[in-house]
């Protein structure tokens, strides 16, 4: 069974950090890209970073400079390290992968279930 499962949130002060990890298993032939997904309480959710097979990069302007996002083939495993965290940073941050698996060799989206960030004095 193919799944993503996301650890390292808990509770920050303004201006720490976290380092995130969603970590892939299952019979998966490619991990074409992955995502990390937030969602804070009564918002919609939103994309904040992206990384694909070939290490190319991107990020919404608001983590620009603070978050940065890199992969570990090996492992199956994406991290997110946030940096000078705000209290709007506040949110379930969600991992979602672009994979072709055993099941859907085309490939398909797959969700995490979430990991807490809370940044709050």
């Known amino acids: 069974q193919v799944q993503l499962v996301e650890s390292g949130g808990g509770l920050v002060q303004p201006g720490g950090s976290l380092r995130l990890s969603c970590a892939a298993s299952?019979?998966?032939?490619?991990?074409?890209?992955i995502g990390w997904y937030r969602q804070a309480p009564g918002k919609e959710r939103e994309l904040v970073a992206t990384?694909?097979?070939?290490?190319?990069?991107n990020y919404v302007d608001s983590v620009k400079g603070r978050f940065t996002i890199s992969i570990d083939t090996a492992k199956k495993t994406v991290y997110l390290q946030t940096n000078s965290l705000k209290p709007e940073d506040t949110a379930v941050y969600y991992c979602?992968?672009?994979?072709?698996?055993?099941?859907?060799?085309?490939?398909?989206?797959?969700w995490g279930k979430g990991t807490l960030v809370t940044v709050s004095s």
């Open positions: 979602n992968a672009f994979m072709q698996t055993a099941r859907f060799a085309y490939g398909m989206t797959y």
């Open positions: 299952g019979s998966i032939f490619n991990i074409n890209a």
């Open positions: 990384i694909t097979s070939g290490g190319s990069t």
